[in-house]
């Protein structure tokens, strides 16, 4: 059964940094590509990165180009995102995925975390 658990939202500042986790045991990490989405309050759910499965190829959207860097750690079955330069509109709710296919994805992804918030604000 795949679990994926996400840590390390919080409360932070306009300009401040996060490091978000998602932790993923129960299936074979390394083969998976792996994607980040958000949600906002009021707001449908919006794409954020996406990583390959041997981290050779990673997208983000162009909302969080430069500030946000996703990675993985295969050997920990760990997911992570990177966030610098925070700003309020980066508020929301962040959820991992394992997308359904062998290619990247972006929310084609048929397992997700339970998510994780994160919260911007002076």
């Known amino acids: 059964q795949v679990q994926l658990v996400e840590s390390g939202g919080g409360l932070v500042q306009p300009g401040g940094s996060l490091r978000l986790s998602c932790a993923a045991p129960?299936?074979?990490?390394?083969?998976?590509?792996m994607t980040w989405v958000r949600q906002a309050p009021g707001n449908g759910r919006e794409w954020v990165s996406a990583?390959?499965?041997?981290?050779?190829?990673?997208l983000y959207a162009d909302s969080v180009k430069g500030r946000f860097t996703i990675s993985r750690d295969n050997s920990k079955a760990t997911l992570y995102l990177q966030m610098n330069s925070l700003k309020p509109e980066d508020t929301a709710v962040y959820s991992c995925?394992?997308?359904?296919?062998?290619?990247?994805?972006?929310?084609?992804?048929?397992?997700w975390g339970q998510g994780t918030q994160v919260i911007v604000s002076a």
């Open positions: 995925g394992k997308c359904s296919g062998p290619t990247i994805c972006k929310v084609s992804a048929n397992d």
């Open positions: 990583i390959s499965s041997g981290s050779r190829t990673t």
């Open positions: 129960g299936f074979t990490f390394g083969n998976s590509p």
